[in-house]
């Protein structure tokens, strides 16, 4: 059974930093594209950034360019996002989806990991 | 980056009528164009991906069409639980959603 549980949310004053993981398991995880995916409150779906199986083509939403980094660990199952310099607006829920393949639709979702941003 | 712009908003609909909801993108995403439900407290559920394949598990009463820049998801004879909102989203080009239209009973 694929499960992605992401961890690392929380209440974090504007500028500062926080880094978000998600562990994965129950499928191959060094053969797939992996994502974040956040939702703000009462909002819609925003994607936020992707990563390639192999950490070769990684890509991210405009509003997020130079502030926050993917990165992917094969050998710990795990999949990262590190956001700096937050802000107000990047409140929301943040999910770690699997990717069907290499540039596909979303297959799995995990169930989030809460982000607040306030002073 | 690819916009998705979604049609309408909101879609109120009575049970057992269809529905159908659009789906714009700014440039052409041939038929990669998936289609999402999202109930509240949920995580999204694929219910579309190739522009008309049905992911595994939806029900028929589920289709979908289009390409290139326009797309639409029709939902026939509306049961309750298809009371949700959707997304369309494009995988063309890294990834981009649509807004999310919702369909709420009349």
């Known amino acids: 059974e694929v499960q992605l549980v992401e961890s690392g949310g929380g209440l974090v004053q504007p500028g500062r930093s926080l880094r978000l993981s998600c562990a994965a398991s129950g499928f191959s995880f060094d053969g797939y594209a992996m994502h974040w995916v956040r939702q703000a409150p009462g909002k819609g779906l925003e994607w936020v950034s992707g990563?390639?199986?192999?950490?070769?083509?990684?890509g991210y939403a405009d509003s997020v360019k130079g502030r926050f980094t993917i990165s992917r660990d094969n050998a710990r199952n795990s999949l990262y996002l590190q956001l700096n310099s937050l802000r107000a607006e990047d409140t929301a829920l943040y999910y770690c989806?699997?990717?069907?393949?290499?540039?596909?639709?979303?297959?799995?979702w995990g169930q989030g990991t809460p982000v607040t941003v306030s002073s | 980056e690819i916009v998705m712009t979604q049609s309408p908003a909101t879609l109120s609909v009575s049970p057992g009528e269809s529905a159908t909801l659009s789906c714009r993108a700014s440039?052409?995403?041939?038929?990669?164009l998936a289609w999402y439900q999202q109930k509240p407290g949920q995580v999204p559920r694929l219910l579309i991906y190739g522009a008309s394949t049905r992911a595994t598990g939806i029900p028929a009463r589920f289709s979908g069409s289009g390409s290139g820049t326009e797309f639409t998801l029709t939902i026939s004879s509306l049961q309750s639980e298809d009371f949700a909102v959707y997304y369309c989203?494009?995988?063309?080009?890294?990834?981009?959603f649509g807004q999310g239209t919702k369909v709420e009973i009349k």
């Open positions: 989203q494009q995988y063309n080009s890294w990834r981009t």
């Open positions: 989806a699997k990717d069907y393949g290499g540039n596909h639709f979303f297959d799995y």
């Open positions: 440039q052409s995403v041939s038929s990669n």
């Open positions: 990563i390639s199986w192999d950490s070769g083509a990684i």
